[in-house]
């Protein structure tokens, strides 16, 4: 997936500039939906009754998903911005995460 600015999402940038803002993590609503330890521990548990085991960082993309796209339905997915994927990682790192490395198999 390529790396895309949140003004390039049509609904992200309409909610950015009603707000004045220069990046939708800046966003009271995001920091205080995808970055509050208290409210993604709401959200995983929710998740782990609704899907089961649990991929990195899933509640926390749904809960920018349901924000800004409301509920998407089985199989339809968006990418999230690069800004709101670098401000969940840097909130919330993980251990396993390498970010991209190229093959060594690529010349």
Not at 19 to 46: M, Q, Y
Not at 83 to 95: D, G, K, L, Q
Request: charged share 25%; aromatic share 8%.
């Amino acid at each position: 997936m390529e790396c895309t600015c949140c003004a390039e999402f049509s609904l992200v940038g309409q909610i950015r500039e009603s707000s004045e803002l220069e990046c939708i993590t800046e966003h009271e609503t995001f920091r205080d939906n995808c970055l509050n330890a208290r409210v993604l521990e709401v959200s995983l548990h929710e998740y782990i009754q609704r899907e089961g085991p649990l991929d990195d960082n899933e509640p926390i993309n749904e809960r920018f998903v349901i924000w800004i796209w409301h509920r998407l339905g089985r199989g339809n997915r968006k990418v999230l911005p690069a800004c709101v994927v670098t401000a969940i990682r840097r909130t919330f790192p993980s251990e396993n995460y390498t970010g991209f490395r190229e093959s060594h198999l690529a010349s």
